[in-house]
């Protein structure tokens, strides 16, 4: 089954199921994901998500919800169960939708729309024909503030742009994805190797973290693997013990005119290290909550840099912190601050000077109680 077949696939169903469809709502439709809302006659919005693998159909997609209602929750543990006959499996996507939709209409006692007994004809006539934007496979990865509708019912929270020093945190609207393209094989291995790892999780209830964070922290790893600047070894990026949530990051080159570049030179001299080692830990709230990033090592002087490698950075606050940032921003943000703060690698570290979580996190939750008192000083720029 080719790719063309689920961009079939996903034009039918945008083209069927608007965002003011009455019953069933088509948020975001990709390579790699499926966002969809099921509206009850009471208004109440079941959001549901389907994570689409490179491999599929061979790997079906991961269905799953937000939402704790009985009746959305069975229907998710039915879905990842449920096996289309053989004459439906030419489209399985259109299969889960078209079980989905009837399945909820029964347990809700209310009608099924007719569009969903006409999928199958679509799909096998060809005559979907979605808006250009909508049926690009390349779908640009959509920012978590915009209008898909949080559990409740609520809009999402959109938080103020806020830059920190001179970068564009944002991105550039992130760049059209296409699945796994312009990714080595051995990254694609990575991506591969969590999507069944977090399908087998929900199998067996297990699940870490939630949905939408998972799916996220997934597409900003896609994103930093295609991305020239890590390709370039700018930085680079490894996964501890294959947790999506906890990265280890090494900063591998700084700005060239900087003491630290010098620094970064003799201690790849003496020591056979070249790199700032970082570690970046998300929790089950983001990208609506900052990650916390410390220094591991070396310890550092100046930078921004406090007790235990807590980095004192405005964006990395909650006061601070938007959920349009992307990962690889910060990360460059953050080399760009070690610099602009003329941070120095301490040579002499055989005092017993370390770094460590529990001093990093002490002094990171002092930071933050500290600037929702007094607020950020921002100083003048012929002070850097």
């Known amino acids: 089954m080719s790719k063309s077949t689920l961009k079939l696939e996903l034009s039918i169903l945008e083209k069927n199921f608007p965002r003011d469809h009455e019953r069933f709502q088509v948020a975001l439709a990709s390579a790699e994901e499926l966002v969809c809302k099921f509206v009850a006659p009471n208004g109440t919005k079941f959001h549901i998500q389907s994570n689409i693998s490179p491999s599929y159909p061979t790997v079906l997609p991961l269905w799953t919800t937000d939402s704790a209602d009985p009746n959305a929750v069975q229907l998710i543990e039915e879905l990842n169960t449920y096996h289309e006959a053989s004459a439906d499996a030419t489209h399985p996507l259109l299969s889960k939708v078209r079980y989905l939709i009837t399945s909820m209409c029964k347990r809700l006692d209310i009608p099924v729309p007719p569009v969903v007994g006409e999928l199958f004809s679509q799909a096998s006539s060809g005559c979907a024909h979605a808006d250009s934007g909508s049926e690009d496979m390349n779908h640009s990865v959509s920012d978590e503030t915009s209008d898909v509708e949080s559990v409740d019912g609520d809009d999402v929270d959109n938080e103020d742009d806020q830059g920190d020093e001179d970068m564009d ?5 992130h760049e059209d994805i296409g699945g796994d393209e312009g990714i080595k094989e051995e990254h694609k291995a990575v991506l591969e190797k969590i999507r069944l790892n977090t399908r087998q999780e929900y199998l067996h209830g297990a699940t870490s973290g939630s949905v939408r964070a998972t799916d996220r922290l997934m597409r900003e ?8 600047n890590f390709k370039d070894g700018i930085y680079s990026v490894e996964l501890a013990d294959d947790n999506l949530y906890n990265w280890s990051v090494k900063l591998l080159k700084v700005d060239p005119d900087s003491a630290l570049y010098e620094d970064l030179k003799k201690m790849k001299e003496t020591e056979g290290v070249d790199h700032i080692l970082l570690h970046i830990q998300f929790d089950d709230k983001f990208p609506y909550t900052p990650p916390f990033v410390r220094v591991v090592k070396p310890v550092l002087t100046g930078g921004y840099v406090l007790a235990g490698g807590a980095i004192c950075m405005e964006l990395l606050t909650p006061q601070g912190w938007s959920s349009a940032y992307t990962i690889e921003a910060v990360i460059l943000q953050i080399g760009a601050t070690l610099v602009k703060g003329k941070a120095r690698i301490v040579v002499t570290q055989s005092k017993g000077e370390t770094y460590t979580l529990a001093k990093a996190q002490h002094t990171y ?5 500290i600037h929702e008192k007094s607020g950020w000083f921002t100083p003048p720029k012929d002070e850097g």
């Open 365 to 369: 939750k002092s930071l933050v109680k």
């Open 169 to 173: 945190l944002h991105g550039s609207d």
């Open 221 to 228: 790893l896609q994103d930093i693997y295609r991305s020239q």
